[in-house]
């Protein structure tokens, strides 16, 4: 019991640790469905260990309907997961979860194909995978990890990476950048988007398209003002 609740306990601190919109501990235990969906898989998963599969899997489908959050009840989770909004998230039968991992809603920890045994993500600790993340497969997530928004990982990520994108291509790398992008910070919003910038560098180059056809069309129209102007340049005898 008392086991119990010091995990609560840190639950909550967890969620005043991360959640600046937070105002008190009645707030975390009646209105975060993070926190609820947590406290949730605790039961469902001790039920799974004790081969109760029927009953932990009612338990995970009452806490889907109760918090839009779905963990499936063989999942392993560390200590300190940290579920923001959480709706949409997804968490597969064979994922694991190291301690501190911080999920924005609409995540999903999934697997790939039909096969059994293991075939979802294994996460590191202090991991921060943003809003609508994809994770998809057996692989690892190492330690300290930050997946940016809408990103689609496919394969294993070394620890103290930044990852971003469709497919996920890693940015930075124990804070030294691989590309171009400027340093990103902790906050998830703040990761660099390949698309915007893919798409900055299509404007810049059709801007500088746009001035080399202005240039030459100017060079043109000054090439015929010439010809016109002199006659005989256009083979034209004036008697």
Not at 25 to 31: A, D, I
Not at 126 to 151: C, M, Q, W
Not at 169 to 185: L, M, Q
Request: aromatic share 6%.
């Amino acid at each position: 019991m008392l086991r119990f609740i010091r995990r609560i306990k840190k639950d909550i601190q967890v969620v005043f640790e991360r959640d600046p919109a937070v105002k008190s501990v009645w707030e975390v235990l009646l209105c975060y469905p993070g926190f609820h969906a947590i406290q949730f898989h605790r039961l469902a998963h001790w039920l799974y260990l004790k081969k109760r599969f029927v009953l932990a899997r009612l338990v995970s489908h009452l806490s889907r309907h109760l918090t839009g959050i779905e963990i499936h009840p063989g999942a392993k989770i560390g200590e300190g997961l940290f579920i923001d909004h959480g709706m949409g998230v997804v968490i597969g039968e064979t994922a694991e979860l190291g301690d501190n991992v911080t999920l924005y809603q609409g995540v999903t920890l999934g697997g790939t194909g039909k096969e059994k045994g293991k075939r979802h993500p294994t996460i590191g600790n202090n991991v921060v995978i943003a809003t609508g993340a994809k994770v998809l497969g057996s692989f690892t997530v190492g330690d300290n990890v930050k997946i940016g928004s809408g990103s689609v990982v496919l394969s294993s990520v070394p620890a103290n990476c930044t990852v971003v994108g469709v497919p996920g291509k890693i940015v930075a790398f124990n804070g030294r950048k691989v590309t171009e992008h400027e340093s990103v910070d902790l906050q998830h919003h703040l990761l660099p988007d390949p698309v915007a910038d893919l798409i900055s560098n299509l404007q810049q180059r059709i801007e500088f398209l746009e001035k080399k056809m202005a240039e030459m069309e100017g060079r043109q129209n000054e090439f015929e003002d010439v010809q016109y102007a002199n006659p005989a340049k256009r083979g034209i005898h004036v008697i």
